[in-house]
Each structure stands twice: as structure tokens, then as C-alpha cells.
């Protein structure tokens, strides 16, 4: 199965790739009039398409199917994460946290943040490749980079979490979190929350878990977080 993205709503029965899908449908995959591909609007709607012109500059495809709301979850995953000081390790849990499958995630700056600005043109390039490749309907929602305080005052999902590393008086995720609930994940900077940021999200309904005795790195937090809720819901 072959997945392309487009922007828009395909609504008529013909549609042109964009230049970079038209050129990576006919000249890196060597697709052909004929074959069959599939495209996805990232909205959730997945689309079996044939190739009527096979042109590497504008691919023309046909409409055969549309499934609409394509393996869509009845529970819904928000990670919030300190931006790395190294953005090849952001980068790599962006791409991960989407083939596994999350919804929202939120950039935060926080007091010990390495990070204070963030270029999302590049990161927003990863997650779309990520969601085709791992062959997902629905493209997770990238926020700009937030102060953690704006973060914990908005919170709207039913289970608010922070991970947290000084307290012993923390939960698992599993005796927290219940199938089906929407979830707002916090995951701090290596030099992990200030109490003051701690307190704030204690006040606002968040509730302190620990990612197991394992000392786990800002991304691979947030990687275990999400594998966590799905397999919860499993």
C-alpha cells in the first residue's frame, strides 16, 4: 500500500498530486497509469485511487473508494514535551509518536527548558512522512511552542498528567488512567519541573505519575507515554 498526503478535501471523482507527491509516486516508486495508490486528506479520510496520467510533475488520479474515518480511536492522546536542546532528538519523537499513533502534541517552555524557540516547518515535514509510513488516516495536530503555565490553565482533556522525578508520592500510568479517556500528557525538560510548575498543574486538576524506576531521557518519555495509553486501551 502506497499513502499520500493532500492538504484539501478530494471532492471530485479526479485529482492531481501536488509536485514532490506526483514526483515521488512516478519517478522514486516507479508507479505507473494503472496502479493503484491509496491518499489521505490527514483528517481521517483515506481514498483508493488509480493512476490515470502518470506524470512526475502532475499524477492525475481516479477515485475508485473513500473510507471515511479510517481506523479512528475512540480515545484521544496529548503529549506535551520540552523541546530538546538537540532537535534531532525532538525530531525523533515527533516521527515515533506518530507511527505509533498521538493526536496532539504541544512544544512547552518551562524554567530548566535548553530550548526557548522552535522552527515547526521542518518538524510538521516529519510528521507527515511519519503518518505515511506508518500508514495512518489521521495526522496529529502540532501546537506552537507554549509556556507550560498557559499549557496547565487551558487543559481540557478528562485525565491531566505530569511526569514527575523527585516525589516518591506518584501513581503508574495504569493506576490513573482508564481506557477511552482523553489524556494531556506533561512531560518536562532533562532538568526536569520546577515545584513551582508542579504545584501550578496540582492545582489545576493534574495528577503526578512516574514512568517506572528506569531514568528515561525527555523524548523516550514521551515514546513510553504514548505506547503506555495505547496499550491500556488495548
Known amino acids: ?20 507527491e ?7 516508486l516507479r508507479l505507473k497509469q494503472g496502479d493503484f495508490i491509496h491518499i489521505t486528506d490527514g483528517r481521517g479520510t483515506l481514498y483508493k485511487c488509480q493512476i490515470e496520467d502518470a506524470s512526475s510533475k502532475n499524477c492525475v488520479v481516479k477515485v475508485v473508494d473513500t473510507i471515511k474515518e479510517f481506523e479512528k480511536r475512540d480515545y484521544y492522546i496529548h503529549i506535551a514535551i520540552a523541546p530538546t536542546k538537540n532537535i534531532n532528538r525532538l525530531e525523533w519523537f515527533l516521527e515515533k509518536a506518530t507511527e505509533i499513533g498521538i493526536d496532539e502534541i504541544t512544544p512547552i517552555y518551562c524554567h530548566n527548558s535548553e530550548r526557548d524557540s522552535l522552527k515547526t516547518e521542518r518538524l510538521d515535514k516529519i510528521i507527515v512522512s511519519a503518518m505515511k509510513q506508518s500508514l495512518k488516516a489521521y ?21 491531566k498528567l ?22 494531556l500528557i506533561l512531560i518536562g525538560p532533562e532538568g526536569d ?34 505506547m503506555a495509553i495505547h496499550i491500556i486501551n488495548q
Not at 506526483?22 to 522514486?28: E, F, G, L, P, Y
Open 193 to 226: 519541573f520546577i515545584p513551582k510548575e508542579v504545584n501550578k498543574a496540582l492545582s489545576c486538576g493534574f495528577e503526578k505519575i512516574s514512568l517506572g524506576k528506569e531514568r528515561l531521557r525527555t523524548e523516550t518519555a514521551g515514546v513510553y507515554s504514548a
Open 139 to 159: 495526522i496529529p495536530k502540532l501546537n506552537e511552542l507554549t509556556p507550560v503555565e498557559t499549557l496547565i490553565e487551558n487543559a481540557k482533556e478528562e485525565k
Open 22 to 28: 506526483s514526483n515521488h509516486c512516478i519517478k522514486v
Open 162 to 183: 505530569i511526569c514527575y522525578c523527585q516525589d516518591e508520592d506518584r501513581k503508574l500510568i495504569k493506576d490513573t488512567y482508564k481506557p477511552k479517556q482523553s489524556v
Open 1 to 20: 500500500m502506497h499513502l499520500f498526503y493532500c492538504q484539501q478535501e478530494v471532492s471530485s471523482q479526479l485529482y492531481s498530486l501536488d509536485r514532490e
